[in-house]
């Protein structure tokens, strides 16, 4: 069935280096992909979102990579600051059905 | 413009009893998703209302159900409580289609006791 799913379910990083975090997805129908960001509290904040006929899409600070061939996404964060520590989602669209499917979710943590 | 709003933050209830949690979508958005979140389970779709009729829905028991006014604001229902529905409730609008961004409020967390 659909699945998304995340390599790493914690990452620690030191301010200011760059973070990625990976994304596996099993459902080839998908053609859109998007980020979370859930801080605590909270309800998930989107980051940047990209469309299947893309491999690569920029935002402020984050890039986010798209590799159909292994069904796999990322996002990469740039300066990591301390206020980028939260969970990180991937979710796919696209199939049949139109929900949205979210991967279990990356803890990231950002150290001083 | 404000963001999706969802009434209450919280509520504790007991097992058998019902709930009923209330979204406000953001101005101008006519589709409302509604999400169920565990630490086991992470993010799961509930359904999705859009000009007041369920347009999918995921796979949850009958007692979750929901409806959407025509104003746009959504609610839903979880009746016979379980001490397994214990969940943060996200509701989530986009303005039409289920390929544009979904922009999601701060959700109700639910404590069944």
């Known amino acids: 069935g659909e699945s998304v799913g995340l390599h790493l379910p914690t990452l620690s990083v030191q301010e200011g280096d760059n973070s990625i975090i990976n994304c596996a997805y099993s459902n080839s129908a998908s053609d859109y992909f998007i980020w979370y960001k859930q801080e605590s509290g909270k309800g998930p904040q989107f980051i940047i979102d990209i469309r299947s006929n893309m491999d690569k899409r920029q935002g402020q600070r984050v890039t986010v990579l798209l590799n159909k061939t292994v069904k796999h996404l990322s996002l990469q964060i740039a300066a990591t600051q301390p206020g980028d520590s939260a969970v990180y989602f991937c979710?796919?669209?696209?199939?049949?059905?139109?929900?949205?499917?979210f991967g279990k979710g990356t803890l990231l943590t950002v150290n001083p | 413009k404000a963001g999706v709003t969802q009434t209450p933050r919280y509520l504790i209830k007991t097992r058998g009893q019902q709930v009923t949690l209330s979204c406000s979508p953001i101005?101008?958005?006519?589709?409302v998703s509604w999400y169920q979140q565990t630490p086991g389970q992470g993010l799961q779709f509930l359904f999705e209302?859009?000009?007041?009729?369920?347009?999918n829905k995921g796979n949850f028991p009958g007692r979750f159900s929901g409806r959407q006014f025509s104003n746009s604001r959504s609610e839903m229902n979880v009746s016979t409580l379980e001490l397994g529905d214990s969940a943060l409730y996200l509701c989530?609008?986009?303005?039409?289609?289920?390929?544009?961004?979904?922009?999601f409020g701060p959700g109700t967390r639910l404590l069944v006791l």
């Open positions: 989530a609008s986009t303005f039409r289609t289920d390929r544009e961004t979904q922009y």
């Open positions: 209302y859009f000009s007041e009729t369920q347009r």
């Open positions: 101005s101008g958005h006519r589709s």
């Open positions: 979710a796919e669209r696209g199939g049949s059905n139109y929900k949205l499917t």
